[in-house]
Antibody, heavy 121, light 106 residues
Framework: EVQLLESGGGLVQPGGSLRLSCTASGFTFSNYAMTWVRQAPGKGLEWVSD????????YYADSVRGRFTISRDNSKNTLFLQLTNLRADDTAIYYCAREDGRASDNWFDPWGQGTPVIVSS | SYDLTQPLSVSVALGQTAAISCGGDNIGRKSVHWYQQKPGQTPVVVIYRNTNRPSGIPERFSGSNSGNTATLTISRAQTGDEADYYCQVWDNTIAMFGAGTKLTVL
């Protein structure tokens, strides 16, 4: 069974940092691009960043570029998201998801259960 | 950036057919995916590449995409279909979601 388990969320002050992790199981992790999507309280889904499997190419939403860094350790089947210079509007549930498809039109399946990030003083 | 337009809410009578639209400039040229998110749960893909249903998704769910509108259609709507539905496309290397549509089954 394919499973994704996020961790690392929590309460952080504005300007602070967090490192989120997403541990994968049930599939060959290095074969898949992986993505982070967030959802602010009561709001819709917002794509944050993704990373290809082998080549390690990374992409970011404008709202987080320069503050967030995505990375992965294929030997440990783990995806990371380093969050820095956090702002109140970064408060959200952060989901990781596997990307399926032909790279040019990937969909997200499955999703992890999410980890909450709360930015507040 | 590429904008996606979804209605805020759609209501459907029990057992009838619901249609949820996702509008975008020439969206018919893109590959559209649809996600269902029930209250308190994680999103689940219900349609990928415009018309394809993942295993485990009922045949009542179908998709279409042409011109400036993609549509998710839910036939014989059930109370268990009440959820938020999001369309998603790629704008070059950036994934875009619609704002979501809340489906209510009356």
């Amino acid at each position: 069974e394919v499973q994704l388990l996020e961790s690392g969320g929590g309460l952080v002050q504005p300007g602070g940092s967090l490192r989120l992790s997403c541990t994968a199981s049930g599939f060959t992790f290095s074969n898949y691009a992986m993505t982070w999507v967030r959802q602010a309280p009561g709001k819709g889904l917002e794509w944050v960043s993704d990373m290809t499997g082998f080549s390690g190419h990374t992409y970011y939403a404008d709202s987080v570029r320069g503050r967030f860094t995505i990375s992965r350790d294929n030997s440990k089947n783990t995806l990371f998201l380093q969050l820095t210079n956090l702002r109140a509007d970064d408060t959200a549930i952060y989901y990781c998801a596997r990307e399926d498809g032909r790279a040019s039109d990937n969909w997200f399946d499955p999703w992890g259960q999410g980890t909450p990030v709360i930015v507040s003083s | 950036s590429y904008d996606l337009t979804q209605p805020l809410s759609v209501s459907v009578a029990l057992g009838q057919t619901a249609a949820i639209s996702c509008g975008g400039d020439n969206i018919g040229r893109k590959s559209v995916h649809w996600y269902q998110q029930k209250p308190g749960q994680t999103p689940v893909v219900v349609i990928y590449r415009n018309t394809n249903r993942p295993s485990g998704i009922p045949e009542r769910f179908s998709g279409s995409n042409s011109g400036n509108t993609a549509t998710l259609t839910i036939s014989r709507a059930q109370t268990g279909d009440e959820a938020d539905y999001y369309c998603q496309v790629w704008d070059n290397t950036i994934a875009m979601f619609g704002a979501g549509t809340k489906l209510t089954v009356l």
